[in-house]
Antibody
Framework: EVQLVESGGALVHPRGSLRLSCAAS????????MNWVRQAPGKGLEWISY????????YYAHSVKGRFTISRDNAKNSLYLQMDSLRNDDTAVYYC??????????????WGQGSLVIVSS | DIQMTQSPSSLSASVGDRVTITCRAS??????LNWYQQKPGKAPKLLIY???NLQGGVPSRFSGSGSGTDFTLTIRSLQPEDFATYYC?????????FGQGTKVEIK
């Protein structure tokens, strides 16, 4: 069974930093591209970052570029999101999400349960 | 960036109704369009991928159609467990973008 378990969410002050982790199991992690998607309270879904299966290709949403860093450790079956210079509008539930390959249209098929990040003074 | 626009933003329907949600892309995305269902406090769940392919385990009352810029999600006979928010998402190019969501409520 595919499982994605996020951790690391917390209350943090503006301009602070936080690192989210996502532990993957039930599939060959090193075969899959991964994403982070967030959802502010009462709002819609916002894709924020992608990393290829090997870690060599990375993309960011404009809203987080230069502040957030995605990474992965295939030996530990783990995905990470380093968040720096946090702002109030980064408050959201952050989801780790697996992406299927091009044969399935690069579709996100599995999501973690989410990790809540609150940025507030 | 590709903008995804869903309509309506919300709708009220009764059990047994046929429900249609539309999603329009700001440019041609071929069939790289996916549909998700989200219930309060839960992660999104994949329903339809590449416009018309039903994800395993999803009831056959859900169907998707379209290509290019215009897409549709249809729920053939709405069930109590279908009351939720539905999102479309394009996977044609980066950045990935979602529609704003359509909330399906009980009439």
């Amino acid at each position: 069974e595919v499982q994605l378990v996020e951790s690391g969410g917390a209350l943090v002050h503006p301009r602070g930093s936080l690192r989210l982790s996502c532990a993957a199991s039930g599939f060959i992690f090193s075969d899959y591209n991964m994403n982070w998607v967030r959802q502010a309270p009462g709002k819609g879904l916002e894709w924020i970052s992608y990393i290829s299966y090997s870690g060599t290709t990375i993309y960011y949403a404009h809203s987080v570029k230069g502040r957030f860093t995605i990474s992965r450790d295939n030996a530990k079956n783990s995905l990470y999101l380093q968040m720096d210079s946090l702002r109030n509008d980064d408050t959201a539930v952050y989801y780790c999400a697996r992406e299927l390959p091009s044969s399935h249209g690069w579709t996100i098929d599995y999501w973690g349960q989410g990790s809540l990040v609150i940025v507030s003074s | 960036d590709i903008q995804m626009t869903q309509s309506p933003s919300s709708l009220s329907a009764s059990v047994g109704d046929r429900v249609t949600i539309t999603c329009r892309a700001s440019q041609n995305i071929k069939t790289y369009l996916n549909w998700y269902q989200q219930k309060p406090g839960k992660a999104p769940k994949l329903l339809i991928y590449t416009a018309s392919n039903l994800q395993g385990g999803v009831p056959s009352r859900f169907s998707g159609s379209g290509s290019g810029t215009d897409f549709t999600l249809t729920i053939r006979s709405l069930q109590p467990e279908d009351f939720a928010t539905y999102y479309c998402q394009q996977s044609y190019s980066m950045p990935r973008t979602f529609g704003q969501g359509t909330k399906v409520e009980i009439k």
